[in-house]
C-alpha cells in the first residue's frame, strides 16, 4: 500500500507526463499544420506565378508565326510557278520572318524563365531539365521517323539534297544542323528546319551562364551589345564562310533572341514595365505597318544573297525591332491582341505550333508521295494544300496529346521556387 506521499507524487508525475505528452502532440499538431499551410500557399504561389507569366495571346502569337512559315514554304513544296501568279504567293518569299517573330518570343519567354529559377536551389539544372523535356522527345521522335523513312523504308531516294549516310546524319542529332548547313550545303527540307531549333538550342545551353549570373543592369548591357554587334557578326561571318552562314549562325541572328531578352528584364522592373509596354502599345500600328513593307514591299528583305547589302546587314535587326514590339503589344493586352490572338482556336494551335513547324515539311512529302502512286493522274493543287494543312495538323495534334503532353507532366517534379526576389532594383 502507497503513503499518501508516493500517492501524490505519482499523481504529481501523471500529470506532468500528461503535459508533456500533450505539448508534444500540440507541437507536433502545429509543425503538421504549418507543414500542410506552406506546402498549399506553396502550391498557390505556383499556380499563381504560372498563371502570371502564361500569356494566352503569346501562344496567338506562335500561331502566325507557324503561319508565316508554312505560307512560305507552300511554293517550294508544291508548285515554285506559284510565285509568277499571284502577289500573295510572290509575297510570301517574306513569310520566312516568321521563324524571327519565333527567335523573338524564345528570347522573351527564355529569360523570363530563367528569371523565376534563379531564387531556387538549382537554377541551372532546373532550367535545363525543363527545357530538355520540352524539345528533346519530339525533336528526336521527329529525327528517328524521318531516318527510318529515308534509309530503312526508302519513301524517298538519298540523292545530294539527303544526307549520304548515318554518319552524316549525327550533326542533325547533335543540334548542329545549321554548322553542317555553314560546313556543306542547303539540304532537303526536312533537314533544312532543323537550322533554326539548333540556334534555339544553343542559346539555351549559353544564355543561363548570362542570365543568371549577372544583375540586370549588366543583362541589359550584354543584350545591347550583342544586338549592335549582330550587323558585324553578318559581315563577319558572310566574307569567311559564305552567306548561309550570316543567316544561319546564333551570333548572326542574336538580334532577334536578344531584343526578346531584353524585352522581358525591362518588363521585370515595375518601374519601367508600363512605360515599355504604353510605348510598344502606341508604336504597334506602325511596326505592323513595317512588316507588311519589308515583306510585301520593293526591296523584299529576303534570304542572304537575294538582297542588297544594307539589308543583309541591318534588315534582321530591323525586323527584330518591328517584331519586338508586337509582342510587347500583345503583353501589354488590349481588347484586338485578346480578340485576335487570345481566341481559343489561335490558343489552342499555337500550343502545337513546335510540332507544325517539325511535321509540315516531312507530311508534304509522305501526302505527295502516296498521291503519285494512288492518283499518278494529280490532284489539283489547292486540294493538295488543304490536305497538308490538315494532315500537318492532324499529325501535330496527335504527337501533343499522345507523345509531348504524357512527358511534359515530368516537369512537375522540376518547379521553379515560388516567390523569387528579383534583383530588379540593380537597373
Not at 536578344?258 to 502606341?282: H, I, K, N, Y
Not at 512537375?412 to 532594383?425: A, K, L, N
Amino acid at each position: 500500500m502507497k503513503s499518501p506521499s508516493a500517492e501524490a507524487g505519482s499523481a504529481i508525475d501523471s500529470t506532468t507526463n500528461n503535459e508533456t505528452n500533450n505539448e508534444t502532440n500540440n507541437e507536433t499538431n502545429n509543425e503538421t499544420i504549418n507543414e500542410t499551410i506552406n506546402e498549399t500557399i506553396n502550391e498557390t504561389i505556383n499556380e499563381t506565378i504560372s498563371a502570371m507569366t502564361y500569356m494566352a495571346p503569346l501562344d496567338g502569337l506562335r500561331t502566325l508565326a507557324i503561319l508565316l512559315v508554312m505560307w512560305h514554304h507552300v511554293p517550294y513544296l508544291f508548285d515554285r510557278g506559284l510565285w509568277e501568279l499571284y502577289p500573295i504567293w510572290r509575297w510570301s518569299h517574306g513569310g520566312w520572318i516568321g521563324v524571327d517573330l519565333f527567335f523573338v518570343i524564345s528570347g522573351f519567354l527564355i529569360s523570363t524563365s530563367l528569371f523565376r529559377a534563379e531564387q531556387g536551389p538549382h537554377p541551372f539544372k532546373t532550367f535545363w531539365i525543363r527545357r530538355a523535356l520540352r524539345i528533346f522527345p519530339l525533336f528526336y521522335l521527329y529525327l528517328i521517323i524521318l531516318t527510318l523513312s529515308i534509309y530503312v523504308f526508302r519513301i524517298f531516294t538519298p540523292d545530294g539534297l539527303y544526307p549520304d549516310s548515318f554518319l552524316e546524319l549525327f550533326p542533325f542529332f547533335a543540334y548542329l544542323a545549321n554548322v553542317e548547313i555553314v560546313r556543306v550545303r542547303w539540304f532537303a527540307g526536312e533537314f533544312n528546319i532543323l537550322w533554326s531549333l539548333a540556334v534555339e538550342e544553343q542559346f539555351y545551353l549559353v544564355w543561363p551562364l548570362v542570365a543568371l549570373t549577372l544583375n540586370r543592369r549588366s543583362f541589359i548591357h550584354v543584350c545591347l551589345t550583342f544586338v549592335l554587334l549582330a550587323p558585324i557578326f553578318r559581315l563577319a561571318s558572310g566574307a569567311v564562310f559564305g552567306l548561309r552562314a550570316a543567316y544561319v549562325l546564333p551570333f548572326c541572328r542574336a538580334d532577334a533572341l536578344l531584343l526578346g531578352a531584353l524585352l522581358a528584364v525591362l518588363l521585370e522592373d515595375p518601374r519601367w514595365r508600363p512605360r515599355v509596354l504604353t510605348f510598344c502599345r502606341r508604336a504597334a500600328p506602325l511596326a505592323l505597318a513595317g512588316l507588311i513593307w519589308i515583306v510585301a514591299g520593293p526591296q523584299q528583305l529576303l534570304l542572304p544573297g537575294n538582297t542588297s547589302g544594307v539589308w543583309f546587314l541591318f534588315g534582321y535587326t530591323i525586323l527584330a525591332l518591328h517584331l519586338v514590339i508586337i509582342v510587347g503589344a500583345t503583353i501589354g493586352g488590349g481588347p484586338i491582341p485578346r480578340a485576335l490572338l487570345g481566341n481559343s482556336p489561335m490558343v489552342k494551335i499555337g500550343r502545337i505550333s513546335y510540332g507544325i513547324y517539325l511535321w509540315q515539311w516531312l507530311v508534304a512529302d509522305l501526302m505527295l508521295a502516296g498521291l503519285e502512286a494512288f492518283r499518278p493522274d494529280g490532284v489539283p493543287l489547292p486540294v493538295r494544300i488543304g490536305l497538308w494543312l490538315v494532315l500537318t495538323l492532324g499529325m501535330a495534334t496527335l504527337s501533343w496529346v499522345g507523345f509531348e503532353k504524357p512527358i511534359l507532366r515530368l516537369k512537375r517534379r522540376f518547379e521553379y521556387q515560388p516567390g523569387s526576389v528579383s534583383r530588379s532594383s540593380a537597373l
